[in-house]
């Protein structure tokens, strides 16, 4: 697919489907390109479309199935749309770190493909802001979902939830306690941690 040029070719993307419940639609919205008046249009179509595809099927799927609704905050951004993000301290990180990332359709300096989206499972938001304890979401996808970096914020319990043809497997937090929550290599690392997301579970 080239890229679009026209609203009809941009609604043709938007319609492709990509799982069960998520169209190409879904990973476009951006406040940063519609603010600013920057398109966020993919200059790879197949690639992104690729990618979010995994995304999809892998890890936003299955955790819709078991929790409900998600509601995605930030997914694709277009190069000029995440620089200007970086540039303007939005939260984005430099384009060569966002390759394989939020930047779905340019493979990154190891010349692999990925990427990434910042969502809320809104069944979670109101044990979180009860709690705090963001880390039983954490840790449930850390013990059922394939591997994947997560990264969590303060508002509504978002995370960063990452496909990539090399897939990480680290949790870190923006929210306390600030950090890395586990990696490779950490005490905390294997086994289950069952304990950690069962008042969760019991909420549901």
């Known amino acids: 697919m080239k890229k679009p040029g026209s609203v009809q ?13 998520f169209f190409m639609r879904d990973m476009l919205y951006s406040e940063i390109a519609n603010f600013h008046g920057i398109p966020n249009i993919p200059d790879d ?5 690729h990618t979010a595809t995994q995304l999809c ?19 694709y951004r277009a190069p000029a749309v995440n620089q200007l993000g970086n540039e303007k301290n ?4 430099s ?5 394989a990332g939020h930047i779905f359709d340019y493979r990154d300096a190891d ?19 009860e709690t705090h304890h963001w880390q039983a979401m ?16 303060p508002k509504l319990a978002a995370f960063n939830i990452s496909w990539h043809e090399k897939p990480g497997r680290t ?24 304990a950690e997301y069962e008042a969760f579970l019991a909420t549901l």
Request: proline share 6%.
């Open 171 to 194: 949790i870190k937090s923006y929210t306390k306690p600030l950090g890395t929550l586990t990696k490779p290599g950490m005490d905390n690392f294997e086994g289950s941690h069952a």
């Open 138 to 153: 954490a840790w449930w996808i850390h013990d059922n979902l394939p591997p994947t970096d997560l990264y969590f914020f």
């Open 45 to 49: 179509p197949d690639l992104a479309i």
């Open 57 to 75: 099927k892998s890890l936003l799927e299955p955790l819709q199935e078991r929790f409900g609704r998600i509601s995605i905050r930030s997914a």
């Open 111 to 129: 010349g692999l493909c990925g990427a990434t989206a910042s969502i809320v499972v809104n069944s979670f938001i109101d044990y979180f802001e």
């Open 90 to 93: 939005y939260s984005c990180a």
């Open 9 to 21: 070719s941009l609604e043709t993307l938007g319609r492709v489907r990509l799982s069960k419940s």
């Open 95 to 99: 384009n060569e770190a966002n390759y």
